[in-house]
């Protein structure tokens, strides 16, 4: 039986953090422990989320130790990785919404120390808006089109099981799943929105450095 649709609230949704990565273009590293302002990039995104959720984990798949310092509980990815097709931030994705105890589950990369202090505000507005099940930030490139920003999503503790079936297809793509579970899109196009920083990924220690 299908988890009955329940009004996203604060109270109602579970923060995760996505630092399951394999860090391929930083030479293997693990992408949530690279220090950025003195703190793991991992780090800075849990301060940033947990005033926005009721409750937070982080998603990891090494350095289990680290991660466990923060005072949040750390779940190794539901997949491992070496399995190809490498399922990437939707093993992250499966493995919250499977220990997750709200009706909802909010997620962001642990690259991105920049996103939006009501992120979480205006994704439950959003599905509230829509009734939807799956809602994804959108913010505008450098061209001005909108893109989704497809680690930061809001997601019904529901959708575990398409979200199982899919990845033991060998799916891996998060934009492919959204769109056949009918996601709706959140843009965050505001002037005071800064979309280019906000949502800005750190995927090499080049990238970090320039960053600082």
């Not at 808006?129 to 497809?150: E, M």
Request: proline share 10%; aromatic share 8%; net charge neutral.
């Amino acid at each position: 039986m299908q988890t009955p649709w329940t009004t996203p609230t604060r109270d109602h949704t579970t923060g995760l953090v996505l630092a399951g990565g394999q860090g391929s273009r930083m030479g293997g590293r693990d992408k949530g422990l690279q220090l950025f302002a003195g703190q793991p990039l991992a780090y800075h995104a849990l301060q940033r989320l947990q005033p926005q959720v009721s409750r937070c984990l982080v998603s990891a798949n090494r350095h289990f130790d680290h991660y466990t310092g923060w005072g949040v509980p750390v779940l190794p990815d539901q997949l491992p990785d070496h399995l190809p097709p490498y399922p990437g931030p939707l093993a992250g994705f499966l493995t919250g919404l499977t220990h997750c105890s709200t009706p909802w589950l909010l997620t962001v990369p642990c690259d991105s120390p920049f996103f939006p202090h009501d992120l979480a505000q205006r994704l439950t507005a959003c599905a509230h808006t829509h009734h939807a099940r799956l809602v994804l930030a959108a913010a505008p490139d450098a061209t001005g089109q909108l893109r989704p920003q497809p680690t930061f999503a809001l997601l019904h503790r529901s959708l575990a099981p398409s979200l199982a079936d899919f990845l033991q297809q060998g799916g891996h793509k998060i934009g492919q799943w959204a769109q056949e579970q009918g996601r709706i899109l959140c843009p965050f196009d505001r002037a005071t929105d800064h979309p280019l920083r906000s949502f800005v990924n750190i995927n090499t220690l080049a990238e970090l450095q320039t960053l600082e």
